[in-house]
């Protein structure tokens, strides 16, 4: 029997090119929620899209932004680790938040502002955790699933990655 017949076994179906669009906004928040930097996050979500694209990918059905946030974490880790072996640069960088008052009475804008900020400052699973569930909006499964950890594990990464983001957005507020 061919290979093709292995994704009907396993109730997997293709991932179409075509639908990789409508995972772009959400992608690109869990890349910068991981990454803390809009240009970071921009090369993340683009090679996380090369990379899915260079051959044919079967997922689950329902499966796709599990799928992406998998091929999305180890593309970061990859990108981390060569950013290590290179020097970085002093300057940091300033995320421009532009926000007409009126179309934010709450004060929402800053608060995404805050949380981000306090991603930054995250050890690297835990900030895996909340960009996985709090960000791309995955199941505690599927972020399990995709991260390749313990559903345990990710629910005491993520409980204490949320507590030290709101102990940053209390103290910076």
């Known amino acids: 029997m ?5 994704p009907t076994r396993t109730a997997s179906r293709r991932l179409e090119a075509t639908r990789l669009p ?14 803390g930097s ?10 996380t899209f090369a990379r899915v694209l260079s ?8 499966g796709e932004r599990s799928y992406l946030m998998r091929v999305l974490h180890n593309t970061w880790i990859d990108f981390s680790r060569a950013r290590a072996a290179r020097p970085e640069p002093a300057a940091g960088e300033a995320v421009d938040w532009v926000v007409e008052p009126e179309s934010d009475p709450g004060g929402l804008a800053l608060d995404v502002r805050l949380a981000y900020e306090g991603m930054r400052e995250l050890p690297a699973h835990q900030r895996e955790a909340i960009a996985a569930v709090d960000v791309l909006g995955l199941s505690y499964k599927e972020a399990a699933r995709s991260l390749r950890i313990r559903q345990g594990t990710l629910m005491s990464r993520l409980s204490r990655a949320r507590e030290r983001v709101a102990s940053y957005m209390e103290g910076a507020a």
């Open 2 to 6: 061919p290979h093709e017949l292995a």
């Open 22 to 35: 409508e995972h772009t906004d959400r992608l690109y928040r869990a890349a910068y929620a991981l990454s």
């Open 38 to 47: 809009g240009p970071d996050a921009e090369d993340l979500v683009q090679e």
């Open 55 to 62: 051959r044919p990918r079967f997922v689950r059905r329902g």
